[in-house]
C-alpha cells in the first residue's frame, strides 16, 4: 500500500512563498508519476503539476506554471511543490497524488493524501 502525507501548508500574506512537501511511503512504483492538485472551497478539484519518478518530464497547467515549480528528490521519497508570489486566489487544499502517466485528471492517480491546507491573505 502507498502512502503520501502533504505538508508545509499554512496562513500567509499575499506574495509570500510556501514550499509543500509530500512524502511518500510504503509500495512504490518507479515509472509513476507525482501531481500535485489544489481544490479551492466550492470549486472542483484542479490540476496544478505533475513529475515522472524516473525522469524529469513535467506537465503543467498553463494558467500556473509561471508561479508553481514542482521537483522531487527519489532518495527522500520526496516530491515539493514551490509557490511564489501567492495570491488570495491560491487558497485551497493541495493535494500530493500518485498514478501512472503524467495525467492532469483526478481519475488518472490512484493515490492521494489527505491534503495540506493553504491559505492566503490580503
Known amino acids: 500500500q502507498v502512502q503520501l502525507v502533504e505538508s508545509g501548508g499554512g496562513l500567509v500574506q499575499a506574495g509570500a512563498s510556501l514550499r509543500l512537501s509530500c512524502l511518500v511511503s510504503?509500495?512504490?512504483?518507479?515509472?509513476?508519476?507525482m501531481a500535485w492538485f489544489r481544490q479551492a472551497p466550492g470549486k472542483d478539484r484542479e490540476f496544478v503539476k505533475a513529475?515522472?519518478?524516473?525522469?524529469?518530464?513535467?506537465r503543467y497547467a498553463d494558467s500556473l506554471k509561471g508561479r508553481f515549480t514542482i521537483s522531487r528528490d527519489n532518495a527522500k521519497n520526496t516530491v515539493y511543490l514551490q509557490v511564489n508570489s501567492l495570491k488570495p486566489d491560491d487558497t485551497a487544499v493541495y493535494y500530493c497524488?500518485?498514478?501512472?502517466?503524467?495525467?492532469?485528471?483526478?481519475?488518472?492517480?490512484?493515490?492521494w493524501g489527505q491534503g495540506t491546507q493553504v491559505t492566503v491573505s490580503s
Open positions: 510504503g509500495r512504490t512504483f518507479s515509472s509513476y508519476a
Open positions: 497524488a500518485a498514478g501512472p502517466q503524467l495525467g492532469t485528471e483526478t481519475y488518472e492517480y490512484d493515490y
Open positions: 513529475i515522472k519518478w524516473s525522469s524529469n518530464r513535467i
